[in-house]
């Protein structure tokens, strides 16, 4: 059973919390960091899974604030944000992946995927520039 709920913080933005009803989950990769490099513009999925494909109770997603050293949640509502992220726990409640879409230079950074009782599995996202492609700008002239 799925129970899901919706918190407004003090700063407006929506924290979506998720509340499963079954056993304890076990990340797979609990307490590992794991490295992924994507481009800009492009999609990028960052993995958080438990095993025996029994849910957690309650997951959030955050990236590590370098500014001031701070987990933030992640949101789809938050100006960074809009639009871009999307969750797979309601297609399988075990699968606690982030797909981020539209990458940006601002993406690149640490992630956590925490999941209340089970630890955390960190993601360090590398997010390089767009490739380029070079044109062949040769004219030919005639007589």
């Not at 879409?101 to 955390?120: F, I, M, P, Q, V």
């Not at 960190?122 to 002239?141: A, C, D, E, S």
Request: with cysteine; charged share 25%.
């Amino acid at each position: 059973m799925v129970v899901g709920s919706v918190f407004v913080s003090s700063s407006n933005l929506i924290d979506v919390t998720c509340m499963y009803l079954s056993a304890v989950c076990t990340l797979v990769n609990r307490e590992k960091e794991l490295t992924i490099t994507a481009r800009e513009g492009e999609s990028v999925l960052l993995p958080c899974s438990c095993t025996d494909r029994i849910a957690s109770e309650e997951f959030t997603w955050k990236k590590l604030n370098t500014n001031r050293y701070t987990w933030e949640d992640i949101s789809n509502e938050s100006d960074q944000y809009r639009n871009r992220v999307q969750l797979f726990n309601n297609l399988s409640p075990a699968n606690l992946s982030l797909l981020i879409s539209h990458l940006t230079e601002e993406d690149d950074g640490e992630y956590r995927c925490d999941a209340k009782g089970s630890g955390y599995i960190k993601i360090r996202l590398t997010v390089r520039g767009r490739p380029y492609t070079v044109t062949n700008n040769i004219h030919t002239f005639l007589d």
